[in-house]
């Protein structure tokens, strides 16, 4: 077996900012695979490391030299190689080229059929690792980019880092390998925690790096992480179950600011638990990265956890000194939040004319107007009386009037939950404030729904006016732009109205487009309302893919315009079962509905005359006139299931029509007659599906 050794890169600069380490870490490693394959170097599994202050790769089991390569590759037959007087043809030189030789290096020898060809042979010598590592350790370091960071230059230098870079430890076994970059050159040191370990520290070979760095007071990304989660939990435990709020995001930025992390708990006023928990929480999580704490019961503590990156000696200066930080900070959320409340919700209301909803579509208080009277549709719809109606109105109405409280200017994340608290405060009924609060859910896949009715029309108002406008401006979402996110709003609408059985989209689709059309926007309104149906469509088509549906029952219930959420859905997984579980008689069904569709002529009618019938024409007519019955009354029961066995019943008939009964008769009134019954029986399955698409994909 070849020699191998450990490969360790490790680039040193100024602490580098926490948001675009993981994508550089990640970089590093597609980086370096990339480099030493391409080099032809062998090499094992490789690792890729982060601190504030450096980036590093340690490369397992890099052999020391390539593998020499001697490759043999047969060309064109000598008759082809060579003219009549041995000279080397287009077909030899062309050859010889592509294999970076001259044509009079080929070489010519039989292969074993009785045949002469002219054979290239190359040969690629090893190479010992060092010099290779060496260029592509520099090229490494060059390549990284920083999205949305401006790389650094510094002293004389024209290379560029997202921070000057300060050492490069590079090194093959215990050999240093010769790395320059930005007039910084490689050594065997590394430099530890700035007061934990000060100053330079040599690492013995690639293996002892991660206790080298311990020493000297640094861990690496792995025991960071684990290190602050362990101490989250003994942090818990003393206080008896409980919970520290640590979101992933500012998580992930806290394991990378810190080198050495070491968990303290400050305190703040207790006079700052009268303001709203989530403006507090976002202000320490947002602005001061530290994590709240919550009571056994839920409720917000005094308490917070700093992630110290100092020595933890000076523990108790460093408490003091963020203690004095939040209280400034917590400081500036109470008093937006106590000047919000002295201005009436009816006053923030009108300032929203000042506020731009989208360019064409108007400002947020023209929006507002539109989702009053879109929200009190969706109640109706919904099956509620004018009291809730009422209620989605005021609530609609008050919605985005937080946008221009000082509380939210401040904290954006908070809008409607602010609004929530101020619509409490100034008397307004529960089930407003709470609408009010709820009306951007769901924000994201897994989100929860708004509880109530309310809360529901009014989210389903909000996000409806945004789709119709968009698609009324002619600005639906493509494949690469979605800036007002209309799919996440689509896929909100069709949960919330899930919820709601009795809703129906298309009359909410009208409402909502004839709001923008009395503003004075002009648009296509009957074109418009279609291609919003066809999004909607899509959507439940993706929805019931993910559910398991096939995709042809898909098709099949998509054709007949079905939008409403929760009948699509039924619908798609009534017909997919009744396939499951009959799968010859749905099979043999939508064969025979496509031959029906085919031969049946819709200008016709679906109006016959029986005394023209033989027995299977009169077993078809009586088996159609029975189904549509069955039919028409299950889906006026919503009974889907119904629907399908009904369906299924029609299988025998018309197999036995098609078995006994010549459809193109030379007589043209039997003739008509029997196209007219094909048409009744395709008429049967217009409201259920296109049962043809069941066939289309056999």
């Not at 010769?178 to 910084?184: K, L, N, R, T, Y």
């Not at 690496?220 to 989660?229: Q, S, V, W």
């Amino acid at each position: 077996m070849a020699e191998t050794k450990d490969f360790l890169l490790e680039v040193g600069c100024e602490e580098m900012p926490s948001a675009p380490l993981a994508s550089a870490q990640a970089q590093l490693a597609r980086l370096s695979a990339s480099a030493l394959t391409d080099a032809g170097l062998a090499h094992g599994a490789i690792e890729c490391h982060s601190t504030p202050r450096r980036l590093s790769v340690l490369v397992h089991d890099v052999a020391m030299a390539t593998e020499e390569v001697h490759e043999v590759r047969r060309g064109p037959a000598t008759g082809i190689a060579f003219d009549a007087e041995g000279r080397p043809t287009k077909a030899a030189q062309g050859f010889a080229r592509k294999m970076g030789l001259g044509a009079e290096q080929l070489v010519v020898r039989g292969d074993g059929d009785g045949k002469d060809y002219v054979f290239a042979e190359t040969s690629i010598p090893s190479r010992p690792a060092q010099p290779i590592l060496s260029a592509a350790a520099k090229r490494l370091i060059a390549s990284l980019e920083w999205p949305n960071y401006r790389s650094q230059r510094w002293g004389s230098e024209h290379a560029t880092f997202v921070r000057p870079v300060r050492w490069i430890c590079a090194l093959l076994g215990d050999e240093v390998i010769p790395v320059s970059f930005a007039d910084v050159t490689s050594s065997n040191a590394t430099r530890g925690h700035r007061v934990l370990g000060a100053g330079e520290h040599a690492i013995a070979n690639p293996s002892a790096y991660r206790e080298t760095l311990r020493s000297a007071g640094v861990m690496l990304e792995d025991e960071r992480r684990e290190a602050i989660l362990a101490g989250v939990a003994r942090i818990e435990e003393e206080r008896g179950g409980a919970h520290v709020d640590t979101p992933r995001r500012v998580l992930d930025e806290v394991v990378n600011l810190c080198e050495w992390p070491t968990l303290l708990v400050g305190r703040f006023d207790e006079e700052f638990l009268a303001v709203p928990h989530e403006i507090i929480c976002e202000s320490m999580l947002s602005n001061q990265r530290y994590f709240p704490i919550y009571d056994a019961s839920g409720a917000l503590t005094r308490e917070f956890v700093v992630v110290s990156n100092a020595d933890p000696a000076v523990s108790p200066t460093v408490v003091a000194g963020n203690e004095r930080v939040v209280r400034a900070r917590l400081d500036d959320a109470k008093f937006f939040y106590d000047e919000d409340l002295k201005v009436p919700l009816d006053d923030f209301v009108e300032r929203l004319d000042r506020v731009t909803f989208q360019e064409r579509l108007g400002t947020m208080r023209q929006k507002v107007e539109r989702m009053e009277s879109l929200s009190a549709e969706v109640a109706r719809g919904a099956g509620q009386g004018e009291e809730v109606a009422r209620l989605a109105r005021r609530a609609a109405h008050l919605a985005k009037a937080d946008l221009v409280s000082q509380a939210v200017v401040e904290f954006t994340n908070q809008q409607g939950v602010m609004g929530g608290y101020y619509a409490k405060a100034a008397g307004e009924p529960a089930e407003v404030a709470s609408a009010i609060r709820e009306h951007y859910r769901p924000r994201f896949a897994g989100d929860a729904l708004p509880e109530g009715v309310v809360g529901k029309a009014v989210a389903i108002a909000d996000k409806l006016d945004t789709i119709c406008g968009m698609f009324a401006i002619d600005e639906p979402p493509t494949g690469s732009s979605d800036p007002f996110a209309q799919r996440r709003a689509a896929i909100g609408i069709i949960a919330m109205a899930r919820a709601m059985p009795t809703l129906s989209l298309r009359p909410l689709i009208g409402a909502a487009l004839d709001a923008y059309a009395r503003q004075g926007l002009a648009f296509d309104a009957g074109d418009v309302a279609e291609k919003v149906a066809l999004f909607f469509a899509g959507r439940l088509a993706t929805i019931a893919r993910d559910d398991g549906v096939s995709p042809d029952t898909i098709e099949a219930v998509s054709s007949v315009g079905v939008i409403d959420p929760d009948e699509f859905l039924h619908r798609a997984h009534a017909l997919d079962g009744a396939r499951a579980d009959a799968p010859e008689v749905f099979d043999d069904l939508a064969t025979a509905y496509a031959r029906a569709a085919h031969l049946g002529d819709a200008r016709l009618g679906t109006t016959v005359d029986e005394a023209l019938m033989g027995q299977a024409e009169r077993e078809l007519l009586h088996a159609c006139e029975r189904g549509a019955g069955n039919v028409e009354k299950s889906l006026s029961m919503r009974d889907f299931d119904g629907a399908c066995r009904a369906l299924a019943e029609l299988k025998e008939p018309i197999d036995h029509f098609f078995d006994d009964v010549l459809v193109m008769d030379e007589d043209t009134v039997l003739r008509e007659n029997r196209l007219r019954l094909l048409n009744k029986f395709a008429s049967v399955f217009s409201g259920v599906a296109d049962i043809g698409a069941l066939s289309r994909r056999k």
